[in-house]
């Protein structure tokens, strides 16, 4: 069993930032894919940033040059760093994780609680 731990978050004014963590715990042999994900009110849930084993990142076009991911590996930790927050990236964030359990097993996607991000204007 994987558990993820999100933290971070929380409400911050227009232009501000916030840091969002997420740990992975449990049967870990190897993590793959890591990123984080959001959903707005009356929206659909949609990719905000990954990163892969090798370090490339993959960004939502409305986030580059603002947000930040990056990975601990020792930590099986995954980070997000918001800057220059603007209202419309008021949403819940989750992280989002391709573990491995055991070496013979298929990788598994895992989700985290999520936690609420708000810009006010």
């Known amino acids: 069993q994987v558990q993820l731990i999100q933290s971070g978050g929380g409400l911050v004014q227009a232009g501000g930032s916030l840091k969002l963590s997420c740990a992975a715990s449990?049967?870990?042999?190897?993590?793959?894919?890591m990123g984080w994900y959001r959903q707005a009110p009356g929206n659909q849930r949609e990719l905000v940033a990954r990163?892969?084993?090798?370090?490339?990142?993959d960004y939502h076009d409305s986030v580059k040059g603002r947000f930040t991911i990056s990975r601990d590996n020792a930590k099986n930790t995954v980070y997000l760093q918001m800057n220059s927050l603007k209202p419309e990236d008021t949403a819940v964030y989750y992280c989002?994780?391709?573990?491995?359990?055991?070496?013979?097993?298929?990788?598994?996607?895992?989700w985290g609680q999520g936690t609420q991000v708000t810009v006010s204007s």
């Open positions: 989002n994780v391709d573990v491995r359990p055991r070496y013979y097993s298929s990788p598994r996607t895992y």
């Open positions: 449990g049967t870990i042999y190897s993590i793959n894919t």
């Open positions: 990163i892969i084993t090798g370090g490339d990142t």
